[in-house]
């Protein structure tokens, strides 16, 4: 079963490319989909769009993120 993970002070996107990477490697023991990523500093805001393009970043904190908005993910 695929898990949605909302990655929280995420910044340039380490934690995701090595998860990803793992996943690459064949050890799809963590089977998992970023849908959302949040920081508040706008530089690595701007690199971790660059590196994955289809994850729906926001510049706040995750106490800043509404119900509705979590649903919708």
């Known amino acids: 079963m695929k898990r949605s993970e909302i990655k929280s002070g995420n910044g340039i996107g ?3 490319c090595a998860l990803k990477r793992q996943q ?6 963590i089977d ?3 849908v959302a990523a949040l920081d508040i500093n706008h530089t690595a805001n701007e690199v ?3 590196n994955f393009p289809n994850v ?3 510049c706040r904190t995750i106490e800043n993120v509404s119900i509705k908005q979590y649903e919708k993910w």
């Open 24 to 29: 690459l490697d064949g050890e799809d023991f």
């Open 14 to 16: 380490g934690m995701h």
């Open 32 to 34: 998992f989909e970023v």
């Open 48 to 50: 971790y769009n660059d």
């Open 56 to 58: 729906s970043v926001m």
